[in-house]
């Protein structure tokens, strides 16, 4: 039983972290059409920075905000790079491709190639049906939860959400009610990093970050997203749940080496499933 | 210039070329040797690649796997004793019916579903190929392959290997080359401007877009296979997620969807790599910084690239080249290189 609880508790954080990868996928793609390869650097970067700051003796919690700040720039600097100007879609995507393998680079050269990692949420570890659980894995689930419904609160009810919603539905349209599209897309790419480095910032404790776990982190993250169709946010996360879920059982009961190709094979049954979808509605 | 002056001068530099590379196994080293057939294998997978980016508008994070599955299938062959022929043979056929059955349902969706699930199926394939030792070796890798055989000639030399890869690589070219001025290849260009257009036309898009994306992986099988014969040992290390994505780069340094820039960019980008590994290896470096360099320059290669000169080495030098003609005549498809269709092709997808 003890087991069974410490996998499904895992499961649901590491879902989490991937739901918040995925809600950045899907508010970069419904703005921009453009699926942002790059999404698992950000929380790469959001770990790895929190860590140099806590190193340098700034207090945890203020670590972890500044650590997102600076996420949230980088994100702003990738969604420049991808999007500005007049540029073709395929060029979008393949830059952003670019910016994975930059990061990977930077993030070498900066912080090695050991895995980092750091104390999370201070306090005793509790037991819930008879596992051990670290606090961090709360705070994991808090704060996840916190940011899924201040997302749905924000594009409900705020003007900002809305136009946002709108370039996503019609950018066209959007341009002619005065909504700058472009100015939009990037906002979704800060938001975007934001997310990414607050999941990375989360996940670093429970398990140490590499500069290369963002391919990873991407693909699942990607995954997570294609469940709701790279559109539905609500969707993202239970989806998010499913692969963090599947890969951590897959691993416990049978073996750590199958965890990640399993999850794959989910994710390319899910997107046959969603191309047999679109095509029986007509989406294509 | 003439019309007749500037098609004879564009193909005296292609037999200069075709020329010059055929004598160069003569008088290079031996490491230098290596270079030429990975620059020759490169070619052979970008080119497929270029024709999947350029007119099928679709993006292949998956090009290392399928010239893995070409390999993989070559070694195992041989390793059992098939001839060795039948078993280089067998490696496009192999990579082609894989990427034929993945494709059926994945090519439906639009371009981003194809980087991931090809990058899925590179991700999957490496755990399976780790976990099957029985038959490939497992993560230690598949030795004692033997040398190729054609007939009574065996090929065992570097140059033997040089020859081999130019001559597969200059078919796979003119294959290619006459492929994109057939019927096939005019519906492959109506499709790469407008898609929803060309269907209208009759032209069954999704048909197109599936042997593009056969063809695309038999090319990257055949390179595999032969790369296996010249190396005699393969490991899943050979084939990482990093080696799918250098052969982008090399299709965009060369130009999307231009024939000759697949050599271009594979020659380009394999000499950038081999001048990074030898910069970077020195006992006084620390151990990190090859990779730190190489994976740093690709990516602003790439970046930089799309920016600023998006067509690519060669469509960049094309244009430049269209640019001196005196009468320009803009009726019919005088593109040789298939340059002209880049622009719409990538904008008229997914959008």
């Known amino acids: 039983m003890s087991a069974f609880t410490e996998y499904l508790i895992t499961g649901i954080a590491r879902g989490l972290v991937f739901a918040l990868l995925a809600t950045g996928f899907v508010l970069i793609y419904r703005v921009t059409r453009v699926v942002n390869f790059a999404q698992g650097a950000f929380a790469v970067f959001g770990g790895l920075l929190t860590f140099s700051l806590l190193r340098a003796g700034i207090p945890q919690g203020v670590s972890e905000v500044l650590a997102v700040l600076a996420v949230a720039v980088i994100g702003l600097i990738f969604g420049v790079i991808t999007i500005a100007g007049k540029i073709p879609l395929l060029s979008s995507l393949i830059i952003t491709i670019g910016l994975a393998m930059l990061s990977e680079a930077v993030a070498m050269l900066v912080w090695g190639s050991i895995p980092i990692s750091y104390s999370g949420l201070a306090g005793h570890d509790f037991v819930i049906l008879g596992a051990v659980v670290q606090r961090q894995y709360l705070l994991v689930l808090i704060v996840s939860l916190v940011l899924f419904g201040s997302m749905a609160l924000l594009f409900d009810r705020t003007y900002f959400g809305k136009a946002m919603t709108a370039c996503a539905s019609n950018a066209y349209a959007a341009k002619l009610s005065g909504i700058n599209v472009k100015r939009m897309g990037l906002l979704a790419f800060v938001l975007g990093g934001a997310l990414g480095g607050i999941g990375g910032a989360l996940l670093t404790p429970v398990e140490p970050m590499t500069y290369n776990a963002d391919v990873s982190l991407s693909i699942l993250g990607f995954a997570a997203a294609i469940v709701g169709g790279l559109t539905s946010p609500g969707l993202a996360v239970a989806g998010g749940l499913v692969f963090g879920l599947t890969e951590q059982f897959v691993s416990g009961y049978w073996s750590p080496s199958y965890d990640t190709a399993v999850a794959l094979a989910l994710l390319i049954v899910v997107l046959l499933w969603q191309a047999r979808r679109m095509r029986l509605e007509g989406l294509e | ?351």
Do not use: C
């Open chain 2, 1 to 351: 210039m003439s019309e007749r002056m500037r098609s004879s001068i564009v193909l005296s530099l292609a037999v200069v070329i075709g020329l010059s590379t055929l004598a160069l196994p003569l008088v290079l080293s031996s490491s230098d040797v290596e270079i030429y057939v990975t620059i020759g294998l490169a070619t052979i997978v970008v080119t497929g690649l270029s024709l999947l980016m350029g007119f099928a508008g679709q993006v292949s994070l998956g090009q290392a796997a399928f010239y893995g599955v070409g390999a993989y299938t070559a070694g195992i062959m041989a390793v059992h004793h098939w001839p060795s022929l039948v078993a280089l043979m067998a490696a496009p056929i192999a990579a082609g019916v894989i990427a034929f059955v993945i494709g059926v349902p994945l090519l439906r969706l639009k371009g981003h579903a194809l980087v991931f699930s090809t990058l899925a199926f590179q991700l999957i394939l490496l755990v399976v190929i780790e976990n099957t030792s029985f038959l490939t070796g497992g993560a230690i890798g598949l030795s004692g392959i033997p040398a190729l055989r054609i007939g009574p000639l065996a090929i065992s030399t570097g140059k033997d290997y040089a020859y081999l890869v130019w001559v597969v690589a200059v078919a796979v070219l003119l294959i290619t080359r006459n492929l994109t001025r057939s019927r096939p290849g005019r519906a492959l260009r109506a499709m790469a401007i407008t898609a929803s257009g060309a269907s209208a036309a009759g032209i069954a898009v999704e048909s197109y877009k599936l042997k593009d994306f056969t063809l695309s992986a038999a090319y990257a099988g055949i390179a595999g296979g032969i790369y296996v014969f010249f190396i005699g040992y393969i490991s899943p290390d050979a084939f990482p997620v990093t080696l799918s994505i250098e052969f982008v780069i090399m299709v965009v340094v060369g130009g999307i969807g231009t024939v000759s820039g697949a050599f271009v960019g594979a020659a380009v980008v394999t000499v950038i790599s081999q001048v990074l590994t030898s910069l970077g290896t020195s006992p006084s470096l620390p151990p990190d910084l090859p990779t730190v360099l190489s994976l740093g320059v690709y990516a602003l290669i790439l970046i930089i690239i799309l920016r600023l000169i998006p067509a690519g080495v060669v469509g960049t030098l094309s244009d430049l080249w269209k640019k001196t003609k005196p009468s320009a005549s803009a009726s019919g498809p005088v593109d040789t290189t298939g340059r002209s269709v880049l622009g719409p092709a990538v904008q008229a997808k997914d959008g």
